[in-house]
């Protein structure tokens, strides 16, 4: 059974730094890797989405790393701002390419 | 083109009463999923459904809970006689594919509270 933890549970940074956030799962058999941003209230907004043939997948400010092998992946905010506060989660997809299993998330916070 | 519609927002039931969660997918998505996130855990995958199918329900409580997709309207998550632990919020996801590779969308999710 695919298990997937995010570390730190929780990070307060002043606006500007550079941040990773990290993601591990004990299946390394997985059809892609995602990483998803929640906001309070709210749905989840896809961010960036690695095929299980990548090895990272870049948007803007953010980058995000696979390592299959290791069982990790690694998101990467540059610069980072007061608007950026919310809980990241990545989810992990299974071969059989349907079905998410997610980390319990990282609550970013970002003061200015 | 609108996005995955749920409703209601948030729902109080009391104990023993029935809840309707629906959700409407995106436009040209004929692939459903709902996902239920309990409070301080992730989100756990339910039912994976298809327009009239129920393809995967492996992740669903065996009682009280049922999910549909009909031909026409949305797709239903009806949970019977809640109970407390029930309190959650319920997300549903739309895909064009049954295929992750193409992208989930989610909704915004019904935040059930059972009194």
């Known amino acids: 059974k695919q298990e997937v933890t995010q570390i730190p549970a929780a990070l307060s940074v002043p606006e500007g730094e550079n941040l990773v956030l990290n993601c591990s799962f004990t299946d390394s058999a997985i059809y892609n890797l995602q990483w998803f941003r929640q906001d309070p209230g709210k749905g989840l907004t896809s961010l960036l989405l690695?095929?299980?043939?990548?090895r990272e997948q870049t948007s803007g400010r953010l980058n995000a790393s696979l390592d299959k092998s290791s069982g990790r992946s690694t998101l990467y905010i540059a610069a980072s701002q007061p608007g950026d506060s919310a809980t990241y989660l990545c989810a992990a997809s299974p071969n059989s390419g349907y079905a998410l299993n997610f980390g319990k998330g990282t609550s970013l916070l970002v003061t200015p | 083109n609108a996005g995955v519609m749920q409703n209601p927002r948030h729902l109080v039931r009391r104990r023993g009463q029935e809840a309707r969660l629906r959700c409407s997918p995106m436009k040209g998505h004929s692939h459903v999923y709902w996902y239920r996130q309990l409070p301080e855990e992730g989100l756990k995958f339910m039912v994976y459904?298809?327009?009239?199918?129920?393809?995967?329900e492996s992740g669903m409580p065996k009682e009280r809970f049922s999910a549909e997709f009909p031909k026409e309207g949305p797709s239903i998550l009806r949970i019977q006689q809640v109970v407390r632990g029930d309190s959650a919020a319920y997300f549903c996801?739309?895909?064009?594919?049954?295929?992750?590779?193409?992208?989930?969308?989610f909704g915004s999710g019904t935040r059930l509270t059972v009194v």
């Open positions: 996801a739309s895909s064009p594919r049954r295929d992750t590779n193409y992208g989930y969308t």
């Open positions: 690695i095929q299980s043939s990548q």
């Open positions: 459904l298809q327009k009239e199918n129920i393809i995967d």
